[in-house]
């Protein structure tokens, strides 16, 4: 038996938790420099606003109907994720996290277990724990718990297990709705006459895989109750990865630019890490205006970059700031305004993988105490509590963020606290941003 858990409207939702005077009300997470909606809560789901809708569009309707914005805060999604994890993984024996708001259960109930009793316990534990409101699918197959999960999350009880005879609710169910289906799959269904679920678990496995492919076969056959799949199957390793921003202002100068660098460089490294990953090298890169006659001046854009390849794979900072800093200086344009700056780590291995080297594995292992250390660090004490100088102090080429709640989680300054007395309340610690809501 399979559960997947949603964090409903999570971004949303995370924010709620700490500030009560958002509960009810529409309310709007933006993306990276606030440039589009990327989290919605019901209520500005139900004013048509739609996924993906840019910022500007969005603003004649703030004010009308009391539409609250908040930019991303990463730092306090990615710690009650965290906090979430840690209370499923309390309650059931195995939980494979998917995203930052899902996670797959694997339960092996005995008879007469009571599957959707035991999903509403877990549910409120949860929005009592954590504060964060969820929706549980139950099903024999991970693609079937996808499914009831989406049920579960339209319903009143939050929780929806997958009924023996699974057919009537299968054919209800488009094929596009079904977990790994993509655009191009669906188009190539539609046109060989398989439009929905049903049709879709009915249909011939070897002609899904001579047509298509061993993961959509499998797919089929999770529809009908055969475990075929692990979250893995759906999406093949990562071989790269990225970290890139566009600026919150137009950036002219190289130090500048290296600060940034240094920032995407320690921000990917640590992922690396938590993937238990190295790279072998990276393409860096700057994008920039071109401030030519005629031309738009917010849309034309040219990069310039290079590739780097270090001395052996890695996850150290010091190591790939060492191996990059000397050639940002080759790939900078004198008297060019700069909207962005990225880096991709390629040649991607595990670290259970690593090919032994007689002369750098000491280093190396004095570099993984290092940054076990400092990864350590910045869980318990907030993100950029230890980081390299390089990086630099005051930032100002930082994206955009001008609706940032609190790191509440994540930052001494900005944990709330209880003041007692005749107007007791909550409040937070440190300062107070222009547009909050106090939290009360």
Known sequence: MYGLIDCNNFFVSCERV????????????????????????????????????????????????????????????????????????????LVEQYSIDEAFLELRPQPGFDVAAFGASLRERIGKWVGIPVSIGFATTRTLA???????????????????????????????????????SRDKLRRLGILTAGQLASAD?????????????RTALELRGIPALAPEDMEKPAQSLTCSRSFGRPVFELAELREAMAYYIATAAAQLRQQNQL?????????????????????????????????????????????????LASIFIPNRRYRKAGIMFIGLESTSTRQLNL?????????????????????????????????????????????????????????????????????????HRPGQGTGQ
């Open 359 to 431: 002369f750098v594995d000491q280093k190396d292992q004095r570099h993984d105490r290092l940054y076990d250390a400092v990864d350590k660090i910045n869980r318990e004490f907030g993100r950029g509590s230890v980081f390299h100088l390089a990086q630099g102090i005051e930032k100002p080429w930082l994206m955009r963020r001008e609706y940032l709640s609190p790191c509440f989680t994540t930052k001494w300054s900005d944990i709330l606290t209880l003041h007692p007395g005749p107007r007791a309340g909550i409040r937070k610690s440190g300062s």
């Open 146 to 184: 996808k499914i009831a999960n989406h049920i579960g999350k339209k319903s009143a009880a939050g929780v929806f297990v997958m009924p023996p005879d699974i057919m009537p609710v299968l054919t209800e169910l488009p094929v596009e709705e079904v977990w790994g289906v993509g655009r191009r």
């Open 18 to 93: 700490f500030d009560l005077s958002l509960v009810g009300r529409p309310v709007a997470v933006l993306s990276n420099n606030d440039g589009c909606v990327i989290s919605r809560s019901n209520e500005l789901k139900a004013l048509g606003v739609p996924m993906g809708m840019p910022f500007f569009q969005l603003r004649p309707m703030i004010e009308a109907h009391g539409i609250q914005i908040r930019s991303s805060n990463y730092e306090l999604y990615a710690d009650m994720s965290r906090r979430v994890m840690d209370v499923l993984a309390s309650q059931v024996p």
């Open 205 to 217: 496995h070897k002609e899904l895989t001579r047509k298509f492919n061993v993961c959509l076969a």
């Open 279 to 327: 790279a072998s090298g990276a393409n860096v890169f700057f994008q920039y205006v071109l401030d030519e006659p005629g031309r738009n001046r917010d849309v034309a854009w040219a990069n310039t970059g290079a590739t780097v390849m270090f001395d052996h794979p890695t996850a150290a900072d010091g190591a790939m700031l060492a191996a990059i800093a000397p050639v």
